[in-house]
């Protein structure tokens, strides 16, 4: 699919349950509903308000698949890739290494690449440690953000923010 140039295309990525689809709705539409359709992925594509302006954004949220969401024509469709993994499940967090391997691969570092620790809110149950997350990041060069999509507005249209912000200013270093 082609859009203007000036418009900004994100994917998102991650196993089933992390909370893709939860995050893509409440930062859209600042709800948060619950029951998401996990079988098919989808392309929401809204116009946001940032800085005072407006910008047509495109968000894949993906099924995952078994992995089959990570198709190379995904890949460079996207200006920038949200990893999510849900912090209460850390099998969700070591396949994000197997992801962003791929994006390297691929040469997909020249894109913005963001990693979001979601379920924020059931830390009691916590499995990945801040320390762990941080390096991670280091390594592959990724912005880092931690979000609730089911407690906070503010923390996911944050980290959404931000990210588009900095897909901004890739775009036009490229
Ligand atoms: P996806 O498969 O990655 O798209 O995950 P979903 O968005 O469908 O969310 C999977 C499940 O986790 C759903 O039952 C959501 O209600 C729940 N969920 C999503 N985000 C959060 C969160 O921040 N906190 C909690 N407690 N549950 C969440
Ligand atoms: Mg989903």
């Known amino acids: 699919q082609k859009h203007s140039h000036k418009d900004v295309n994100i994917l998102i990525l991650g196993i089933q349950g992390v909370g893709k689809s939860a995050l893509t709705v409440r930062f859209l539409t600042k709800r948060f509903i619950g029951d998401y359709e996990t079988e098919h992925e989808s392309l929401c594509s809204h116009?946001?308000?940032?800085?005072?302006?407006?910008?047509?954004?495109?968000?894949?949220?993906?099924?995952?698949?078994?992995?089959?969401?990570?198709?190379d024509e995904y890949l460079l469709w996207a200006d920038g890739v949200i990893l999510v993994y849900?912090?209460?499940?850390?099998?969700?967090?070591?396949?994000?290494?197997?992801?962003?391997?791929?994006?390297?691969?691929?040469?997909?570092?020249?894109?913005?690449?963001?990693?979001?620790?979601?379920?924020?809110?059931?830390?009691?149950?916590?499995?990945?440690?801040?320390?762990?997350?941080?390096?991670f990041c280091a390594e592959y060069n990724c912005l880092s953000f931690d979000t609730?999509?089911?407690?906070?507005?503010?923390?996911?249209?944050?980290?959404?923010?931000?990210?588009?912000?900095?897909?901004k200013l890739n775009n036009k270093k490229r």
């Open 47 to 71: 116009v946001i308000m940032i800085d005072g302006k407006p910008l047509s954004i495109h968000i894949l949220d993906t099924a995952w698949k078994a992995g089959a969401c990570m198709k």
């Open 86 to 135: 849900s912090m209460v499940d850390k099998s969700s967090f070591d396949k994000l290494r197997e992801i962003v391997e791929w994006i390297f691969a691929k040469k997909g570092e020249e894109k913005v690449i963001a990693v979001i620790g979601n379920k924020s809110d059931l830390i009691h149950r916590k499995q990945v440690s801040d320390t762990e997350a941080t390096q």
């Open 148 to 167: 609730s999509a089911s407690d906070s507005y503010t923390d996911v249209s944050n980290a959404f923010n931000t990210i588009i912000r900095e897909i």
